[in-house]
Nanobody, 120 residues
Framework: QVQLVESGGGLVQPGGSLRLSCAAS????????MGWYRQAPEKERELVAA???????NYADSVKGRFTISRDNAKTLVYLQMNGLKPEDTAVYYC??????????????WGQGTQVTVSS
């Protein structure tokens, strides 16, 4: 009931910047939190940044001070501004939405993933 479409990934040099976008559609009102995860080859998927419906944010220690998660007023777009990129940031980045389902259950929805490569 929630669809997520990501864009903005690509190749960037160390120290550069990228802005990832996630467009949400469907049952927007059911979303209680959104976030960005990333997964590098042979690594577990990890939370990068998250934002709740109330606007609270949290970040992985490795990206604090460099990455910023934000949303538009309609809550249909969520962004991840990535500055000071490092090779260690190279991964597939996934947009995630946590939404309320039936019987007060909580469902997770995922975007298709977008590749971010930081290399000279």
């Amino acid at each position: 009931q929630v669809q997520l479409v990501e864009s903005g990934g690509g190749l960037v040099q160390p120290g550069g910047s990228l802005r990832l976008s996630c467009a949400a559609s469907g049952s927007i009102s059911s979303i209680i939190a959104m976030g960005w995860y990333r997964q590098a080859p042979e690594k577990e998927r990890e939370l990068v940044a998250a934002i709740t419906s109330g606007g609270s944010t949290n970040y992985a220690d490795s990206v604090k001070g460099r990455f910023t998660i934000s949303r538009d007023n309609a809550k249909t777009l969520v962004y991840l501004q990535m500055n000071g990129l490092k090779p260690e940031d190279t991964a597939v980045y996934y947009c995630n939405a946590e939404a309320l389902g039936s019987s007060w259950s909580r469902n997770d929805y995922w975007g298709q993933g977008t590749q971010v490569t930081v290399s000279s």
